[in-house]
């Protein structure tokens, strides 16, 4: 591979890793449970204040048992992404408004920590640990 060749692969394998990442938020704040092998690997482990889950099936159920707001919204920032060949890391921030009811709502802040792999299919997490950093109690709606 030239120079410019792997400059560009190098470019497009960060560009879909972040693209992983934010694809991640949306998959968990609008429930894009049948999209999950679109981010993860069938063997992913997650490891989350909420519990452990190993596999997708078993992912999809601790986010549905544990998810249950009116609403969320997650916003990703500050991603660091390391590739190694064909496995990557990426660190990234995680601040997430939970939405309880019309009048209540609760903001957290962690630390995602992802492993992917290159697969057939393109780049996939197989590991997710999430660091929490902060937890509201149920806060007064301003608006």
Do not use: C, Q
């Not at 057939?120 to 997490?125: A, Y």
């Amino acid at each position: 591979m030239t120079g410019a060749e792997t400059l560009i692969r190098a470019l497009a394998d960060r560009a879909e890793l972040a693209d992983l990442v934010a694809r991640h938020s949306l998959w968990i704040d609008e429930g894009r449970y049948d999209e999950t092998d679109r981010l993860f690997t069938e063997d992913a482990v997650v490891k989350s204040p909420r519990g452990e889950a190993h596999g997708i099936k078993a992912l999809i159920e601790l986010v549905s048992a544990h998810h249950v707001y009116a609403r969320t919204l997650h916003n990703k920032s500050n991603l660091v992404i390391e590739v190694d060949g064909e496995t990557a890391t990426v660190r990234a921030h995680d601040i997430a408004v939970f939405v309880i009811d019309d009048k209540t709502e609760a903001v957290a802040a962690g630390i995602h920590h992802y492993r992917a792999r290159r697969t057939k299919d393109g780049w996939r997490f197989d590991r997710l640990e999430i660091t929490p950093v902060a937890l509201t109690e149920a806060l007064d709606r301003a608006l």
